[in-house]
Each structure stands twice: as C-alpha cells, then as structure tokens.
C-alpha cells in the first residue's frame, strides 16, 4: 500500500510517461480507493453524531478527489495505449466494477434514509408553525373557563 501511495504521488507531482506495465499498478490503486470509499460509505449508516459524520464525509471527499485524479492517469493510459487488458488486469476491472456497484448501492440507501430523515424533520417544522401560527391567531383564543357558583 505504502508503495503504490508513492508510485501514485509520483504521478500526480511528476507528471510523467506512463509505461504500458504500469496500468496494474494504476488499477490496484483504483480498487484500494473503492474498497477505501466503500468502507466510509457503510459507515456512514452507523454515525449518529453529527461531528463525527461530517469528518465521514469530509475523508468520502478526498477519496473522491484521488479518484478523480487516478481517472486522468487511466485516460491518460488508455489514449497511449490501445490494447486488451491482460488476464490480471481483467481481474482487477471486474472487481472495481463490483465495488463501484456496491457503492452506488450504499449510496443510494444512504440518501433513502437522510431523505426519510429530512423529510420527517421537515413534516415536524410544518407542524411547529402550525402550532405557532394557531397560538398567534386571536380568534384561537384559549376558551374561557367560568366561574361557576354554587
């Protein structure tokens, strides 16, 4: 890990020729990306303290930013070489497609439940203006409790 964090900085900061062997390496740091992505994105489901999820989001964020960063280097690759991947590294695009699958999916169940979330908060500040507005308006006046004598 340690070596293909280097090899990818290297890259970024360097700028240079990619050689033809070196989209394995190029892939293995795509999928550990994934799998690092897919790890946040699961746990983002067991965070219930605000702080801590936004530090979640903010680690989803730079993965995200080295994603992006790799797809230039594989473009980059795949407009130098035109070739059909070698067994290894057709191994190593369908397990990156199954990750990518598996995000998508966490995902979208995560938006499920923050969008359940929001709308139940939602539905909750509807109800509090109704309330204020009842208690503002003066013909919903509290009844009048009379004195009875007997």
Known sequence: MICLDRFFRSFVLGNKLIKDSELKLLLEK?????KELLDFSQRQFAQSD????????????KCFEDLQKLDSLLEKWHKQYERPLEAVEQKL????????ERILLSEREFEKIVG?????V?????QLGRQMLYRKDPTHQRPKIKNMTT
């Not at 795509?30 to 994934?34: A, G, I, K, V």
């Not at 695009?93 to 990518?100: A, P």
């Not at 939602?122 to 509807?126: D, N, V, Y």
């Open 50 to 61: 605000a702080v801590a999820l936004d530090g979640l989001l903010s680690q989803k964020d």
């Open 93 to 100: 695009d369908e397990n990156i497609q199954d990750l990518l």
């Open 116 to 120: 359940h979330e929001k709308n139940a």
């Open 30 to 34: 795509q999928e550990s990306l994934l």
């Open 122 to 126: 939602s539905l909750q500040i509807t």
